[in-house]
Structure formats: structure tokens, C-alpha cells
């Protein structure tokens, strides 16, 4: 099991936070409004508990479950009280009507993210080709979904990874941070994907393993 | 059925070829080597046609099946031979390893070749999460596997989706031809699972719809 602390109190929070119960996990909570993190732990249930805004955070895991425009004021903001932590980052920083990224060229929310974090931290990108209401249904469906991850540190994937399999979802390591660029590319293409050929958000990417 | 001329002799140019001939679409071969273009017609049968290099294609979606460094060359040089053809770009533009792409930001292999394409032609990007012995494969299995398209004309991805169907392939249309920009970072996605997590390249990409 791990010790998760979740940053964010939304859909991504809720879904992950849930799963994460389920699988034995430890869920801290933290919202700049206490109020609504108090009551998402409520909702929750089994353990949960809530930390103050801004205070170090309990959890190995450091998950930021808010969205990108938050995401690096937030991590900046920390600071040190981030240091030896895995932050997993699921931001898709998609341009007004997913029609591109607002990441400069060369770049990705989560390298922006490793770039203001702690030196001994180390970021990892995961969730972010798994829309919200999707992880929820498929933790009714049982669907065990395809959940990919890129960053550097072997050891903190491995953590990940784990995380991710007490979730009862399969994590599929892409590589490097630099592939955080495609995989963020790839929440852009499901948005398209929705918007045209699928017609409809109630869909995961994934592979098709032809040695299955 | 469709009229395709193909242009290249390697493994998706095999590939694809094959399934259009069992599909029951004309397949016109073309190849800057003649003897191969031959040899591959002989191979696949079926009424399997060949045609010089450089002379106007018969088919009405012309596929190029070559790697990046060829396919915006042979465009400009076919000039307008491709006056109103449907153009099939399925590069994959990687920089050495893998590590990233070749491509200019903020523009794509298909992109580029919509560029120096004749006015009236229609680029669409599809088969580039396929890797050739996938195709090969998942034909005798009879995979249903996902190609994901995307171009700005609808009628010409119209043409080419039910092209895709005769091929026992499931077509999904991801939008504009900018996001063809998503899905060179899908193929590169792509060869990074196949590097760590997933640990071979008999996969493809694909999605978990969940109202099936």
C-alpha cells in the first residue's frame, strides 16, 4: 500500500481518492478550501483524512488532481515542503476548444512542474488520458484501463506503478519525462477523438497487446 | 471498393496492399524501383497492378508508404499528378532513438506535405500507430484494430474510413489535419511503451470505448 496525499478536491480527486481507498491505500486530502476537502473526506470515507493548504504534505505520493493553470503556481508555491516527494502530475493543458496545447514548444506541463519543484523530488506523469467520470464507471465495470506514465527516476515509476495497480488499473511505463510531451499530445488526440470518430467521452486510450 | 495506388515497396506498402486485395480494392504498386514494385505485384496477386514512378497514379487515394525522409520529396516531385487525389501520409517522423520528432514545432509530417501538395489535393494522416508487422499479423488473427485519421476535408476522410473498413480495420477520425500533430506523438508514444512498459512491439494503440 501507499501514503497518498491528493491536491484538489474535484472529479479527479473523488475518482482517485475512492479507488485508492479501495485498494487499501492511505488518502490525505487538501483543497485551498478546507471546507469542500472536509467534505470529500466525508464522502470517502474508510480513513481519509485532510491537511491544511500549503502545510508539507504526509504522503510519499504527492498527487495533484488539479487543473493546469493551478498546477505549477501550486508546486512552486510548496516549495521545499515538497522535497523527496513523487509528484504525480495528470495535467492536459489543452488551448480554448482542445484545439492544441498551451505548452510552449519543447516542453510539457509536467517538465514545466519538475522545473519549479524540489531538486530531490521527482515528478511523474500518469492519469491524464483517463477522463474523470471515466475512471469512476470503470471502477464499477471492473475495466482494468490502461494508465500511462513517463518520468525519469526508475524508482519513483516503480512507486507509481504500484499505486496504479492497487487501483486496479495497468500502468504503462512510456519512458522518460520528455514523453510526458506525448503523452500530453495524447489527451489532445482523445478531445479530438470525442469530438469526431468516438462521438462521445465514455472511452479510455489504450493498446491493443496482440500477444494477449 | 476503392481504387488505391500505393507508393512503396516495404512492409506497410506489403501490408496494406494485402488487405486492400482482400478487401476487393484495385491496387496500383509504384516504387522508384520497378523490378521491387514487380515483385511485390507477383507477390500479392490478385490483380495487383504496377506503374512507373513519377507518372500520374490511377488511384483515386494514393497511399505513401515510405519513411518521412521520402514522403514530402516524392509529393513535390509528383506535383501535379496528385491534382485531386486523396493523399494517405502515414510518417512517422522520428528523431534518432526515438526520442522525439523531426518535425518542426507547431507542424507535423503531414502537415509538411499538404504544404507541397497540389491545391486541390486532400492530405489525410491514418495508419501511423500501425506498425507493419502488426497489420501483417493482425490480419490473420482478424483483429479488428483502431486507425486513427484526421484531416480538414470530410469527404475525402469519408473515403478513406471506408477504405480503412475494407481492410478489417476500424477507422476513427480524430479531427483536424492539425491534430495529425497528436498522432505523430502517438507513434512516438508508441515506440516508448514498446521500450519500457509494454516491452515488445506487437501492440497497437488503440481505445477502451466503454458503451461497448
Known amino acids: 500500500m501507499s501514503n497518498v496525499s491528493i491536491i484538489g478536491v474535484g472529479n479527479m480527486a473523488r475518482a482517485i481518492g475512492a479507488r485508492a481507498l479501495e485498494g487499501g491505500n492511505s488518502v490525505e486530502l487538501i483543497g485551498r478550501d478546507q471546507a469542500k476537502a472536509d467534505a470529500l473526506a466525508r464522502d470517502l470515507g474508510s480513513g481519509a483524512t485532510t491537511r491544511a493548504f500549503g502545510s508539507a504534505p504526509s504522503g510519499d505520493i504527492v498527487i495533484l488532481a488539479v487543473l493546469y493553470a493551478s498546477a505549477v503556481p501550486i508546486v512552486r508555491q510548496y516549495g521545499d515542503a515538497l522535497a523527496g516527494k513523487i509528484i504525480v502530475d495528470m495535467a492536459n493543458a489543452f488551448a480554448p476548444g482542445a484545439t492544441g496545447l498551451l505548452t510552449p514548444d519543447g516542453s510539457s506541463a509536467a517538465e514545466q512542474i519538475a522545473d519549479v519543484a524540489p531538486a ?58 520528455t514523453m510526458a510531451r506525448s503523452l500530453e499530445h495524447a489527451g489532445l488526440l482523445m478531445m479530438g477523438l470525442a469530438g469526431n470518430g468516438v462521438g462521445h467521452y465514455n472511452f479510455a486510450l489504450a493498446i491493443t497487446d496482440l500477444t494477449i
Request: charge should be negative.
Open 120 to 177: 530531490d523530488a521527482h515528478v511523474v506523469k500518469a492519469f491524464n488520458t483517463l477522463f474523470g467520470h471515466v475512471l469512476e464507471a470503470g471502477s464499477n465495470q471492473r475495466r482494468r484501463l490502461d494508465v500511462f506514465l513517463a518520468g525519469d527516476d526508475a524508482p519513483a515509476k516503480q512507486a507509481v506503478s504500484s499505486f496504479i495497480d492497487s487501483l486496479e488499473l495497468h500502468p504503462l511505463d512510456a519512458g522518460p519525462l
